[in-house]
């Protein structure tokens, strides 16, 4: 036996070395090769790691961050479950879905029975008031958060699976036709494989229907929220190093935040208002004002397009003006203006950036006139239910300074493309 058919016989069969040789010099080949005859027969195969949908639960730990922490808490499912009353809920669910069969009108009539009832939403919320109170607040998911999460659940299913009209219907609405073939098949299908659980969980209420609300959203090219997985990893990982080793007092604005403008043409990768935002932005950097640009902006102009506003900004401050990846945040997510300013605030909350310091919004003097305006103020709270920061001085036409909150800084599972 050569020295390359041992090292191939050790390498197929995981043998030590020391046994190879052992087993060539005291059998020889052909002992050799029946040994590993035997070790082959009754080698245990491989067991593959199961597989799993990454995206889908990528979207629920992104949106309903909360929910999926506790439901993936073995003790916490355990308390939960053992409720009586959240046993009988879980039964006149599963009976509920059962009803739904040939119901009409179809699919949206199915969708509707996925929804969290307010008998539900209810009998959830004082069990979670008790296993709070048990916990001191500890890993503990609150009720008031259940009531978000729930409402939030519900609307995600309306808008996503019967085509009720969102928030803003122009760019977030379903993108499939509720009363199509397909869709209605998807939707059957999917009932048709809660019917086939083994046995009516009580905690499948709150994981059957998040599941169903991240796989609408899917359905619908919706995924914003799980895009971007790796964004302090690879995008802001240099901004981020920066920042932990950055004497903040050398500068008198922690950041110059650049809201995104996008275009309408589907063709064009960064509007011209947005390229002269970048301008002012880039001429605030050279006198020294901060030691980054924040660049906020996701895909949102036109519907359903694939240029994100925040990563072609980002590409024409390095590519075109020269500047270092150290020095340029990408927040690829917000929407709107209001979002804009709270993605800018969390950005900085994580970079550990000092709260008394303020950072500073350029932008064209449309957009910062309406900024400071009673206007945005009264959006800010009608939708994020909260401000964001508090505005300061104005420098000039373009530039206001703003003091971040941290109000708004928790997850919003009611905007469920940036949440």
Same mark, same amino acid.
């Given at each position: 036996?050569?020295?390359?058919?041992?090292?191939?016989?050790?390498?197929?069969?995981?043998?030590?070395?020391?046994?190879?040789?052992?087993?060539?010099?005291?059998?020889?080949?052909?002992?050799?090769?029946?040994?590993?005859?035997?070790?082959?027969?009754?080698? #245990?195969?491989?067991?593959?790691?199961?597989?799993?949908?990454?995206?889908?639960?990528?979207?629920?730990?992104?949106?309903?961050?909360?929910?999926?922490?506790?439901?993936?808490?073995?003790?916490?499912?355990?308390?939960?479950?053992? $409720? #009586?009353?959240?046993?009988?809920?879980?039964?006149?669910?599963?009976?509920?879905?059962?009803?739904?069969?040939?119901?009409?009108?179809?699919?949206?009539?199915?969708?509707?029975?996925?929804?969290?009832?307010?008998?539900?939403?209810?009998?959830?919320?004082?069990?979670?008031?008790?296993?709070?109170?048990?916990?001191?607040?500890?890993?503990?998911?609150?009720?008031?958060?259940?009531?978000? $999460?729930?409402?939030?659940?519900?609307?995600?299913?309306?808008?996503?699976?019967?085509?009720?009209?969102?928030?803003?219907?122009?760019?977030?609405?379903?993108?499939?036709?509720?009363?199509?073939?397909?869709?209605?098949?998807?939707?059957?299908?999917?009932?048709?494989?809660?019917?086939?659980? #083994?046995?009516?969980?009580?905690?499948?209420?709150?994981?059957? &229907?998040?599941?169903?609300?991240?796989?609408?959203?899917?359905?619908?090219?919706?995924?914003?929220?799980?895009?971007?997985?790796?964004?302090?990893?690879?995008?802001?990982?240099?901004?981020?190093?920066?920042?932990?080793?950055?004497?903040?007092?050398? !500068?008198? !604005?922690?950041?110059?935040?650049?809201?995104?403008?996008?275009?309408?043409?589907?063709?064009?990768?960064?509007?011209?208002?947005?390229?002269?935002?970048?301008?002012? &932005?880039?001429?605030?950097?050279?006198?020294?004002?901060?030691?980054?640009?924040?660049?906020?902006?996701?895909?949102?102009?036109?519907?359903?397009?694939? !240029?994100?506003?925040?990563?072609?900004?980002?590409?024409?401050?390095?590519?075109?003006?020269?500047?270092?990846?150290?020095?340029?945040?990408?927040?690829?997510?917000?929407?709107?203006?209001?979002?804009?300013?709270?993605?800018?605030?969390?950005?900085?909350?994580?970079?550990?950036?000092? *709260?008394?310091?303020?950072?500073?919004?350029?932008?064209?003097?449309?957009? *910062?006139?309406?900024?400071?305006? #009673?206007?945005?103020?009264?959006?800010?709270?009608?939708?994020?239910?909260?401000?964001?920061?508090?505005?300061?001085?104005?420098?000039?036409?373009?530039?206001?300074?703003? !003091?971040?909150?941290?109000?708004?800084?928790?997850?919003?599972?009611?905007?469920?493309?940036?949440?």
């Amino acid at each position: 036996m050569s020295l390359t058919g041992i090292r191939r016989l050790k390498s197929l069969f995981h043998l030590p070395r020391r046994i190879s040789w052992l087993l060539c010099i005291s059998f020889g080949t052909t002992g050799l090769i029946l040994v590993a005859a035997e070790i082959l027969a009754f080698s #245990p195969r491989r067991q593959s790691p199961p597989a799993s949908d990454h995206l889908i639960a990528t979207l629920q730990q992104r949106i309903f961050p909360n929910l999926m922490r506790a439901s993936s808490d073995s003790d916490w499912q355990k308390n939960f479950a053992s $409720d #009586p009353k959240m046993i009988a809920a879980g039964l006149n669910r599963i009976a509920r879905i059962k009803g739904l069969v040939g119901c009409t009108p179809a699919p949206s009539c199915i969708v509707e029975g996925w929804k969290i009832t307010p008998e539900e939403r209810s009998s959830i919320g004082e069990r979670l008031r008790v296993l709070a109170a048990g916990r001191s607040g500890r890993n503990s998911y609150q009720t008031d958060q259940w009531y978000r $999460d729930a409402d939030a659940l519900n609307y995600i299913l309306s808008v996503y699976g019967e085509g009720i009209p969102p928030h803003y219907p122009q760019i977030d609405s379903m993108s499939l036709k509720p009363a199509s073939r397909d869709f209605g098949n998807l939707v059957a299908g999917l009932q048709a494989q809660e019917l086939q659980a #083994p046995s009516p969980d009580p905690v499948s209420i709150l994981s059957a &229907a998040s599941r169903y609300a991240a796989i609408l959203l899917d359905a619908n090219e919706r995924v914003d929220a799980a895009e971007f997985p790796d964004l302090w990893k690879t995008w802001n990982a240099r901004a981020l190093d920066y920042a932990r080793h950055l004497s903040w007092h050398h !500068y008198p !604005y922690t950041a110059i935040i650049v809201p995104g403008e996008g275009p309408e043409a589907a063709q064009t990768s960064l509007s011209a208002l947005g390229k002269f935002r970048l301008m002012m &932005a880039v001429e605030s950097f050279n006198r020294g004002l901060a030691p980054f640009i924040i660049v906020t902006g996701g895909a949102v102009h036109p519907a359903q397009t694939h !240029y994100v506003e925040a990563e072609e900004m980002r590409r024409m401050l390095i590519d075109r003006f020269g500047m270092a990846e150290t020095n340029v945040v990408m927040e690829p997510f917000a929407r709107h203006t209001t979002t804009n300013l709270r993605n800018a605030s969390r950005i900085l909350e994580k970079m550990g950036a000092p *709260s008394h310091t303020p950072a500073l919004i350029v932008t064209d003097p449309a957009q *910062s006139t309406y900024i400071e305006s #009673p206007v945005f103020s009264e959006r800010n709270l009608r939708e994020l239910k909260c401000e964001p920061g508090t505005l300061g001085k104005r420098l000039s036409a373009f530039s206001i300074t703003f !003091y971040p909150g941290r109000k708004c800084n928790a997850t919003d599972p009611n905007d469920p493309l940036d949440p």
